[in-house]
């Protein structure tokens, strides 16, 4: 079974702070996604990353995936209110195994940003 | 319209009965998924389909069952409800072309057993 750790699983800063939003797993993942969930919806995808350090751009976030394709990191500068809700980020099991194709969730980061 | 569609939103019913929650989508995927969300443990997988006559056990499918009557239908049953089993409860859909293998989540079902 493959596993993600995210951290922290809450965030509670100051409009125009930056953050870092860890995910990590002892198992390599053909891909990762990050997803942003709002109250009352489900999750929608911001980015997938798929080569080991690629780093991805999406204005104000940024999306890493570690070198060995086993972590994977998202930093927002400048943080603001709009910014506030539940991210998850999840590992896609690679080829061969029982994991192909699956996403694994990590247990999601709470962000609240106030005014 | 949503592409992919949950029924009911929001269900409470009692432990011991049995209750299905319904999903149909419009996206033309082939894969059709059930997670459950809970705080602080994120989506788990209860069970996947990868085409009409493939159903799949995710990592929590005691006390579940599925049915995938067509592409666009896949529905998740739960034979005797228990409390622990209260949860919010998301279909979700993606296409098995798509090397990105992005992951289209309807609004989510809210379930309470009592």
């Known amino acids: 079974t493959q596993l993600l750790e995210q951290s922290p699983q809450f965030l509670s800063i100051q409009e125009g702070e930056n953050l870092t939003v860890y995910c990590n797993s002892s198992?390599?993942?053909?891909?990762l996604q990050w997803y942003r969930q709002e109250p009352g919806e489900g999750p929608v995808l911001l980015v997938t990353?798929?080569?080991?350090?690629e780093v991805k751009k999406l204005k104000r976030l940024t999306f890493q995936f570690g070198d060995a394709r086993k972590d994977s990191s998202l930093h927002i500068t400048a943080a603001q209110p709009g910014d506030t809700g539940l991210y998850l980020c999840?590992?896609?099991?690679?080829?061969?195994?029982?994991?192909?194709?699956?996403?694994?969730f990590g247990q999601g980061t709470i962000l609240t940003v106030h005014p | 319209d949503a592409d992919v569609t949950q029924t009911p939103r929001n269900r409470i019913t009692k432990t011991g009965k049995r209750i299905m929650l319904e999903c149909s989508q419009t996206?033309?995927?082939?894969?059709m998924y059930w997670y459950r969300q809970d705080p602080g443990l994120g989506l788990r997988l209860i069970y996947y389909?990868?085409?009409?006559?493939?159903?799949n056990k995710g990592e929590i499918s005691d006390g579940y069952s599925v049915s995938r009557q067509a592409q666009a239908k896949f529905s998740l049953s739960l034979e005797s409800a228990i409390p622990n089993q209260t949860a919010l409860y998301f279909c979700?859909?993606?296409?098995?072309?798509?090397?990105?293998?992005?992951?289209?989540f309807g609004e989510g079902s809210w379930l309470t057993v009592v």
């Open positions: 999840a590992g896609v099991g690679g080829h061969g195994g029982t994991s192909y194709g699956k996403l694994t």
């Open positions: 389909s990868f085409d009409v006559k493939d159903i």
């Open positions: 979700a859909t993606s296409d098995s072309r798509d090397s990105g293998n992005t992951i289209y």
């Open positions: 996206k033309g995927h082939d894969r």
């Open positions: 990353v798929v080569t080991g350090g």
């Open positions: 198992s390599v993942f053909s891909s």
